[in-house]
């Protein structure tokens, strides 16, 4: 015989107590556990031995101090240990984390989930409402907006990168389509994408230029610019077109 549902079983999913996921709670409180554990072990590592243990030390522990992170699991309250590391001539300094840096708020795969949400193609008072549920509203529109700025100057840095220390010997030159979101309409953008081929055979991102198109004189500007940046020539160059443009095409220019 069946066994009948309760009331509370069968209570909407975020009516009342449906808002709290004991799952969650109890994941979340492991993740805290396990990064103080990190940091622990950190923090004696530094010092060189543990708490309350006697012998020599190159410093001593001054109390903790709560760090509130954001991560994939949701917010988390972590204590972190404070100490001072006594160098050879006597000077004291601030011990950090390398762990959880000191201006770190949240992990890099929350600030890649923001990015790319905003990239969707919706803007910040959306994204916060998308992200609430899993962030238990950690996520306001000035975290949206301060994650895109520093998205976009590690982008842009990314572009301006030095190449001449590069070992590329070959290049991959290819066009590909993405749909994208722009001013609330769907619109297929052409991407000019570079990759290089060192001389081991890694294979690394080069550049991702939108040049409306992929035509010789947009290529000669992609090229231009590495060239520019200290890119050397390579052995071998292999040219393939997306198949929107070219149905596939490929070459290769020794």
Same mark, same amino acid.
């Given at each position: 015989m069946e066994k009948n549902s309760t009331p509370a079983e069968m209570a909407p999913l975020f009516a009342?107590?449906?808002?709290?996921?004991?799952?969650?709670?109890?994941?979340?409180?492991?993740? $805290?556990?396990?990064?103080? &554990?990190? =940091?622990e072990q950190e923090v004696t590592a530094a010092l060189g031995r543990r $708490?309350?243990?006697?012998? &020599?030390? =190159?410093?001593y522990r001054n109390g903790t101090r709560s760090r509130r992170l954001l991560g994939s699991f949701g917010p988390v309250e972590i204590a972190v240990p404070r100490a001072r590391l006594v160098d050879a001539d006597g000077t004291r300094r601030e011990w950090h984390s390398a762990v959880l840096p000191r201006y770190a708020r949240m992990t890099r795969q929350v600030e890649a989930l923001i990015a790319s949400t905003y990239l969707a193609g919706t803007n910040t008072r959306r994204v916060t409402r998308a992200l609430a549920a899993l962030f238990k509203g950690a996520v306001g529109k000035d975290v949206v907006s301060r994650v895109w700025r520093k998205v976009k100057t590690d982008w842009e840095a990314w572009t301006r990168r030095d190449l001449a220390e590069e070992d590329i010997v070959r290049l991959i030159l290819d066009g590909s389509?993405?749909?994208?979101?722009?001013?609330?309409?769907?619109?297929?953008?052409?991407?000019?994408?570079?990759?290089?081929v060192r001389s081991d055979g890694q294979k690394i991102l080069l550049a991702v230029r939108n040049m409306g198109g992929e035509s010789e004189a947009a290529w000669r500007g992609v090229l231009d610019d590495l060239v520019a940046?200290?890119?050397?020539?390579?052995?071998?160059?292999?040219?393939?077109r997306s198949r929107r443009s070219g149905k596939g095409a490929c070459r290769a220019v020794a």
């Open positions: 009342g107590e449906g808002w709290f996921d004991p799952i969650e709670a109890e994941l979340r409180e492991r993740v $805290r556990q396990f990064l103080e &554990a990190m =940091v $708490r309350y243990q006697r012998g &020599a030390a =190159v410093g389509v993405v749909r994208v979101r722009l001013d609330r309409k769907a619109t297929n953008i052409s991407l000019l994408v570079v990759l290089g940046r200290g890119l050397r020539s390579p052995e071998f160059l292999i040219i393939r």
